[in-house]
């Protein structure tokens, strides 16, 4: 299995890439980022399928909140919770998703 090259978000279409150069995020380095106004999900090279659908799956939180224009209101650290949150929700729905 392998992530998927785009993906539909709130009607638009993003591009995810698996990539080999270092991600940063705000000058820190990141293991996933999202380019909202080209509609880029990027992703660090050589982790584990279940790490990069995590880290895509916070990535989808970055561009829903993107498109919605809650991260215009949301603080920063919002954002992130909401992310993880996103993230989380996702890996527990696989974990069941898994065990049938
Ligand atoms: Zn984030």
Request: aromatic residues 4%; glycine residues 8%.
């Amino acid at each position: 299995m392998k992530l998927p090259k785009s993906i539909v978000i709130l009607g638009r279409k993003f591009s995810v890439k698996v990539v080999k150069h270092e991600l940063t995020v705000d000058g820190k380095a990141a293991s996933g980022v999202t380019d909202t106004v080209n509609r880029i999900i990027e992703i660090e090279h050589g982790l584990p399928l279940r790490e990069q659908l995590g880290i895509l799956s916070h990535e989808i939180g970055h561009a829903t909140l993107s498109i919605n224009g809650l991260s215009e209101t949301l603080t920063d650290r919002e954002v992130e919770i909401v992310c993880q949150t996103c993230r989380s929700v996702v890996e527990d729905f696989v974990k069941a998703f898994n065990k049938r």
